[in-house]
């Protein structure tokens, strides 16, 4: 079921007979001078980006906005744990006392 199924050998077409190649050879022309070497340095193939005031400023706006979301949401984290804690602790608190006056029978 999910073994290749292959044509017989005997269906596929024959080769196509090719006509043999006659190569003349051309002659060898001479290595052209190297250039004499220029002590500039290397063109780059990077990209140039060349920061406009305007887009150096909405750069500085966008990422003080990521600073600012960023602290938010860590400082609302924060405050998340600080008040489970603080529920648990009350919760706990709570607990106990019930426990002590199941204890004391009152």
């Known amino acids: 079921m ?3 199924k292959y ?5 596929a077409p024959p080769p196509a007979a090719t006509a043999p190649t006659v190569h003349t050879p051309t002659p060898i022309e ?6 004499p070497a220029v002590l500039a340095a290397p063109a780059s ?4 980006v060349q920061l406009t005031p305007g887009s150096a400023l909405a750069l500085a706006a966008g990422g003080g906005a990521v600073v600012l979301v960023v602290g ?11 008040v489970t804690g603080v529920s648990v602790a009350v919760v706990a608190v709570v607990l106990r006392l019930l426990v002590n006056d199941l204890h004391k029978g009152r």
């Open 30 to 35: 001479p290595a052209p001078a190297p250039a």
């Open 45 to 48: 193939h990077r990209p140039v």
């Open 7 to 11: 044509p017989r050998p005997d269906t």
């Open 2 to 4: 999910l073994t290749p």
């Open 72 to 82: 938010a949401v860590l400082v609302s984290l924060l405050l998340a744990v600080a």
